[in-house]
């Protein structure tokens, strides 16, 4: 199966900024999830937008899904230093067998 | 959530040697577990779907004879990587769903094993 691909790769701001993660794409999708990686760590799930969501917040998160642009963006308001860690976004495949594809992930610093 | 608890979290042998490590879902029922390998600084790679009762699905160029699955009961799969050798040193992380509560289909994690054969 493809991966998608995330950018940037590596993203470095100051505590207080937002940090934008965008993810592509291309298969036809269920639906599109964002997940959290701490460093040696296993991965937190942090929000899922369904093929006919376009916008959804949690908290401090909020994501955006294009279906025509086989796209989405996770964007975290008011970083932390915890937030410091690397961003992966998972597809659900429409006949995928319910596996989720990871895409290549943001590293993610937030300095104080 | 759910909790998906994985041992051991790091685990060393010599070349040759087989290493087994259990993913075990605690307070839910998985029909179904996921195991994914992970290099340093990279995404995560599905290897195989376990399934309970039945044969685990591989995914392509994955050896089922290297990687051996077993999910013997609704809590618990095992992954075996026999005659383990240094390039199969790695990040191994299992998850599973919890469907029977209505999940909307995230995967709950376990922590991870590191695999280093030396």
């Known amino acids: 199966s493809q991966q998608g691909e995330e950018d940037p790769q590596a993203l470095s701001i100051q505590e207080g900024e937002n940090a934008t993660m965008n993810c592509s794409y291309k298969?036809?999708?269920?639906?599109l999830q964002w997940y959290r990686q701490n460093s040696g760590r296993g991965l937190v799930h942090l929000i899922l937008?369904?093929?006919?969501?376009r916008e959804k917040h949690s908290g401090r998160l909020r994501v955006t899904l294009d279906t025509s642009k086989k796209s989405s963006s996770l964007l975290i308001t008011a970083s932390r230093a915890a937030d410091t860690a690397s961003y992966f976004c998972?597809?659900?495949?429409?006949?995928?067998?319910?596996?989720?594809?990871f895409g290549t992930g943001t590293q993610l610093k937030v300095e104080l | 959530g759910a909790v998906v608890s994985q041992h051991p979290s790091r685990v060393i042998c010599k070349s040759g040697t087989s290493v087994k490590i259990e993913c075990r879902s605690l307070d839910f029922q998985a029909t179904t577990m996921f195991w994914y390998r992970q290099f340093p600084k990279q995404s995560l790679m599905l290897m195989a779907t376990s399934n309970e009762g039945s044969k685990a699905t591989y995914e392509q160029g994955v050896e089922k004879d290297k990687f051996l699955i077993n999910h013997a009961s609704l809590t618990l799969s095992t992954l075996t990587v026999t005659s383990a050798h240094p390039e199969d040193s790695s990040f191994y992380i299992c998850?599973?769903?919890?469907?029977?509560?209505?999940?909307?289909?995230?995967?709950?994690f376990g922590e991870g094993s590191r695999l280093t054969v030396l």
């Open positions: 298969t036809s999708i269920n639906n």
């Open positions: 998972a597809t659900d495949a429409t006949g995928g067998g319910n596996k989720l594809t």
């Open positions: 998850s599973a769903r919890e469907w029977d509560r209505g999940s909307t289909g995230e995967l709950f």
């Open positions: 937008i369904r093929s006919n969501e």
